[in-house]
Structures are given as C-alpha cells and as structure tokens.
C-alpha cells in the first residue's frame, strides 16, 4: 500500500461540507468567533434569520470581526466602521460617500439537523451528508454529546468497518462483509448483507427477522458518517460528524435521527426511537473510546480481513484535499511574536 497524502494527514482535509456549532447557540443579531479546520472565522445571524459564515479579520486592516456588531442582515466593524453584507461586499465605508470594492471572504453556509454547517470550497458541489435511506424523508433530530478523540477524524472513522475489532472491543460475533457502493466522489457507502450474527441471543429470534437486518455505513468527505442499524421492525440512524483539531485530533458531533411520524403518537415515537438510538450509541462509543484515545495508527500490516478499510482509505485520497494552513501560521506567529517580546524587553533592559 502506497503512503496515503490525505489520509491521517493532520494537516489537510477534503473539501466538503462541515458542522459548525448547533444552531441554538447563534440567536438573531448575534456574531461569534469560531476556529475550524485551523481558520478563523465568524459566525453571525442576520434579522432574516439566515446564519453567514465569513473569514474573521476585517479587509481593511484586520480587526477581528467577532468585535463587531450585526446590523439588519449585514455586519459592522468595531475599528473604523466598515460594513459588509452577507457576501463580503463592502457596503459602507463612513468616511467616503461610496464603498469601494473590497470584499470580506464569506462562505456558503446551511442549517440542517439543529447544526451549522459550512462548505469550505467556492460553490458546494454536493449534498449535506444524509443517511442514505432517509434521502427523500423528512427528519427529526437529537443533538447528542460532543467527543473530542486524541486521534486524527479519518480513523475514527474506520471504526464501524473494521470488523476484526467487533468480538474484542463490542463482544460482537458478527462476521460482517461489506458490499461498497461509491455513491459519488464523495461519498461511499458500505452495506452489510450477511447475516452471520452467532449470538445465542439474536439466533433465537432469527426467524422473526428475515433476511431484513440491516447494517449500512455511508462516510462523507473523508469527515462525516452516518450509520444505519436495524431490522424490519426498527431502523436507528445515527450521524457522527466530525472535523480535525489542531495536532491532528478529531472533534465528533454525534447526531441522532429518525424518519418524522406525524401526529402525537408520532411525535411520542419520535422522541422514544431517538432517546433508545442514542443509549446504543454510548455503549458502543465508550468501548471504543479506550482504542481511539490512545493509538498511533500506523496501518503498516493490512489484511484482507481489513479490505473495506482499504477501500475507504482509497476513497478519501481521490477527493479534494484543502489545506487552510492557519495552525502553522499560528504557531509561526506565536513563536514570532514571543522572540520579538522578548527581544524588545532584552532591549529595554540593555538601555
Ligand atoms: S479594520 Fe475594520 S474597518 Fe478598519
Ligand atoms: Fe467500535
């Protein structure tokens, strides 16, 4: 296998769409200073309600926008008052009687599942990630934990298809074999049509599932995954989304979901399916989280047990790597400055 670029690498990531804060945090008029991916950008909700994600510093002599205020659908500089609307256009400047042409980074934004999100290239070439099954229904949403794992996001993300780890780490005795299906460049989905399940408890009730148990992953730009789990009866689906940190650690947003039934009954059922979709996952995320906090992941012995996972790792290096690049300029200017403060103190010492 050939050493991956953009798998595990701590410093790209794909371009794609990518959760921001929940959508709850960010009331009308109100702006926030968010890093993601290494950049630093603000967040602001217009009168209109509609949420604008722009780079952080102003174009004029960059003060930080998050100091500003929002002012109808457009944002105001604290400095010297420039104001921008939610494209990045300059609308305003005070002191001349029309705006040049400067513009403010903004990019496309969306709200879906209670989340933010953000595409981080120029037009979004594809969907929000969804659950395959769920495509066309309309949903309901629980926002469960948020788990930062001392591990890059695309090895969290191998966890579901690693079969071999389900008996040691889960007690699980599912020979699992994944059927891939490339939904487009950036999206794949992995199915499980075996139903190899030798647990005592599951070959008792055999015969009451069929050939309907279903286990489906599908992953979205090398970052976010959705899992689908169930039988006839009951499907549960689950969205882990996730974005890198700074060295490499992964931030997962997990994200539980079910088809919407309507009517009180309905709404009752909702709430239960969510409720029971996210006890499962926390017994199977507390399992995993002794594995993820603590390895160096050096895929140096694949075996064909380890296939699909193969499959993923070619997937995500054939998608669009970015690199917003600010974690090493940080770093850099934090060193910077830290010799210069010094340097200026060594000077005032020596007069
Ligand atoms: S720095 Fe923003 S208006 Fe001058
Ligand atoms: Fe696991």
Same mark, same amino acid.
């Given at each position: 296998m050939r050493k991956p670029k953009i798998f595990n690498n701590p410093e790209r990531f794909v371009e794609g769409w990518y959760w921001v804060m929940p959508s709850h945090n960010l009331q009308i008029g109100e702006v926030k200073a968010v890093t993601l991916l290494g950049r630093?950008?603000?967040?602001?909700?217009?009168?209109?309600?509609?949420?604008?994600i722009c780079d952080a510093y102003c174009p004029?002599?960059? &003060?930080?926008? &998050? %100091?500003?205020?929002?002012?109808?659908?457009?944002?105001?500089? +604290?400095f010297h008052h420039w104001k921008f609307d939610d494209q990045g256009i300059c609308t305003d400047i005070p002191c001349l009687a029309k705006p040049i042409p400067v513009k403010l980074k903004a990019w496309p934004t969306a709200e879906k599942y209670k989340m933010i999100?953000?595409?981080?290239? %120029?037009? @979004?070439?594809? @969907? =929000? @990630? +969804?659950?395959? %099954?769920?495509e066309f229904q309309e949903c309901e949403s629980l926002l469960g934990s948020r788990i930062i794992t001392n591990c890059h996001p695309n090895v969290v993300m191998i966890n579901p298809i690693d079969t071999q780890h389900f008996y040691p780490v889960h007690q699980l005795q599912l020979d699992a074999v994944f059927e891939e299906t490339e939904l487009h460049q950036n999206a794949i989905t992995f199915t499980n049509y075996d139903r190899g399940n030798k647990n005592p408890l599951f070959l008792k009730f055999q015969h009451l599932f069929k050939r309907n148990i279903i286990y489906q992953i599908c992953y979205w730009y090398g970052s976010t995954f959705t899992l689908t789990v169930g039988t006839d009866f009951l499907h549960f689906h689950i969205m882990l989304a996730?974005?890198?940190?700074e060295g490499g650690k992964c931030e997962t947003q997990l994200i539980f979901l079910t088809k919407k039934r309507q009517g009180m009954i309905g709404w009752i059922l909702n709430r239960l399916v969510l409720c029971l979709t996210s006890l499962f996952v926390h017994y199977f995320v507390k399992d995993d989280a002794k594995v993820l906090q603590t390895i160096r992941f050096d895929f140096k012995t694949? =075996?064909? &047990?380890?296939?699909?996972?193969?499959?993923? =790792?070619?997937?995500? %290096?054939?998608?669009?790597?970015?690199?917003?690049g600010t974690w090493q300029l940080a770093r850099s200017r934090d060193v910077e400055s830290?010799?210069?403060r010094n340097k200026w103190r060594d000077d005032l010492t020596n007069d």
């Open positions: 630093n950008l603000v967040v602001y909700r217009g009168q209109n309600k509609r949420v604008v004029h002599m960059g &003060a930080h926008l &998050a %100091e500003g205020q929002v002012e109808g659908n457009e944002i105001r500089c +604290f999100w953000i595409w981080t290239g %120029e037009n @979004p070439q594809q @969907p =929000i @990630p +969804f659950v395959p %099954e769920l996730l974005h890198l940190l694949p =075996i064909k &047990a380890d296939q699909s996972i193969m499959q993923l =790792i070619n997937h995500v %290096e054939r998608q669009k790597p970015l690199m917003w830290h010799e210069n």
